[in-house]
């Protein structure tokens, strides 16, 4: 069992920039990104897998950057030229699978860190 805590949520303003952590219990292996706005389903935006390759969607592409640090056991979600629409709740995933860049989601879910972009 895996327990994963999300940290560095808050308040920006568009335009602004944030860094969320994921502090992992144990190693967490290949970790997703996922993010959930008010109304909407929960979605994959970004993953890295045990070697620091990542994937990401088109939406954040360019914008946001993931990172690991696995002798902190901790994953990071750098988000930079936010807009009003990537308000949502953001929750790392750990345990999951990689294959031909594809993140398979695990079982291990954090629970969640609010971001919030004003306009």
């Known amino acids: 069992q895996v327990q994963l805590v999300e940290s560095g949520g808050g308040l920006v303003q568009a335009g602004g920039s944030l860094t969320l952590s994921c502090l992992a219990s144990?190693?967490?292996?290949?970790v997703g990104w996922y993010r959930q706005a008010p109304g909407k389903d929960r979605a994959l935006i970004g993953s890295?897998?045990?070697?620091?390759?990542?994937n990401y969607v088109d939406s954040v592409k360019g914008r946001f950057t993931i990172t690991r640090d696995n002798a902190k056991n901790t994953v990071y979600l750098q988000m930079s030229s936010l807009t009003p629409e990537d308000t949502a709740v953001y929750y790392c995933?750990?345990?999951?699978?990689?294959?031909?860049?594809?993140?398979?989601?695990?079982?291990?879910w954090g629970q969640g860190t609010q971001v919030t972009v004003s306009s």
């Open positions: 995933n750990g345990g999951g699978t990689w294959h031909s860049t594809e993140y398979y989601q695990g079982e291990f």
């Open positions: 144990a190693r967490p292996g290949a």
């Open positions: 890295i897998n045990s070697r620091g390759g990542t």
